[in-house]
């Protein structure tokens, strides 16, 4: 049964998010991310946001980096905690746009559309700034997420339809006005329907990189995706990296 702390990403979802989630632990997708942020560790400590099951932060600890994560759901973790080497990662339960961990960190990372599921502006300025705490002098935060899809919708429609299949039907919603959305999942299990709707808020690169300049950060590189294919008007995911200029010395943080 879901625990209500959990958020979005409960028991029900926990149980099944890496074989759904497959296709993201293929060599071809996770080595060149592994290899991404370990070059930006440098032999230094790393902060995941949204660990999850540990999808990267397992693959990034055997690699010798010393992984610290942060995650508001339980369940989640406990499927992390399950896995070889799991007790590896240390792991702070909470929001990981205001939770602190002890230390500083070469790199923080957020991976897969994560920042978009702080479902506010607010919320995500306040994500830079608690990263910003965390850095090291010349630390780097690292961002992959989509380009909003506006050019998809059609004109005059907020609905756009990305999935379907015998067993689901999937669909986002847009509100233009707010940059709010949502990605609703219909499924058919065993005879019956069950559906699932997880809020975001869709933000641009440019917005991010105004995010970056309030939290003290500055824009490093921008990819297309972790093998550094250019980023371009036609991408329609980056990987964009901001720094923290060396000399700036963080206050000191405690955890929670």
Same mark, same amino acid.
């Given at each position: 049964m879901d625990d209500p702390e959990d958020g979005y990403f409960g028991e029900r979802?926990?149980?099944?998010?890496?074989?759904?989630?497959?296709? /993201? @632990?293929?060599?071809? !997708?996770?080595? &060149?991310? =592994?290899?991404?942020?370990?070059?930006?560790?440098?032999?230094? %400590? #790393?902060?995941?946001?949204a660990v999850g099951t540990g999808r990267v932060a397992l693959p990034l600890s055997q690699r010798g980096v010393d992984v610290h994560g942060i995650d508001l759901s339980k369940a989640m973790v406990a499927r992390l905690r399950a896995k070889p080497d799991g007790d590896a990662i240390g792991v702070t339960i909470g929001d990981y746009a205001t939770t602190t961990v002890e230390g500083t960190f070469s790199v923080a990372y957020l991976v897969f559309n994560t920042i978009s599921n702080l479902t506010t502006q607010?919320?995500?300025? #306040?994500?830079? /700034?608690? =990263?910003?705490?965390?850095?090291e002098p010349g630390g780097c935060f690292v961002i992959e997420v989509g380009v909003p899809e506006l050019r998809r919708v059609p004109p005059g429609e907020h609905t756009r339809l990305f999935e379907v299949s015998p067993t689901q039907w999937a669909y986002d919603v847009y509100d233009f006005a707010t940059q709010? *959305?949502?990605?609703? @999942? =219909?499924q058919l !299990?065993?005879? %019956?329907?069950?559906?699932?709707?997880?809020? @975001? %808020?869709? !933000?641009? &690169?440019?917005?991010?990189?105004? *995010?970056?300049q309030l939290a003290g950060l500055r824009l490093r590189e921008r990819w297309e995706d972790w093998t550094r294919e250019p980023f371009t008007g036609d991408s329609r995911n980056h990987v964009s990296v901001w720094e923290k200029p060396a000399g700036t010395e963080a206050d000191p943080v405690q955890r929670a």
């Open positions: 979802i926990a149980a099944k998010y890496d074989e759904e989630s497959a296709e /993201r @632990f293929q060599p071809s !997708v996770l080595e &060149p991310t =592994v290899d991404f942020l370990a070059e930006l560790a440098a032999g230094g %400590r #790393a902060l995941e946001l607010e919320q995500q300025v #306040a994500c830079f /700034r608690n =990263v910003a705490e965390h850095l709010q *959305m949502s990605s609703n @999942f =219909v !299990v065993d005879g %019956r329907g069950h559906f699932h709707s997880i809020p @975001f %808020r869709y !933000v641009w &690169p440019a917005e991010l990189d105004l *995010m970056a």
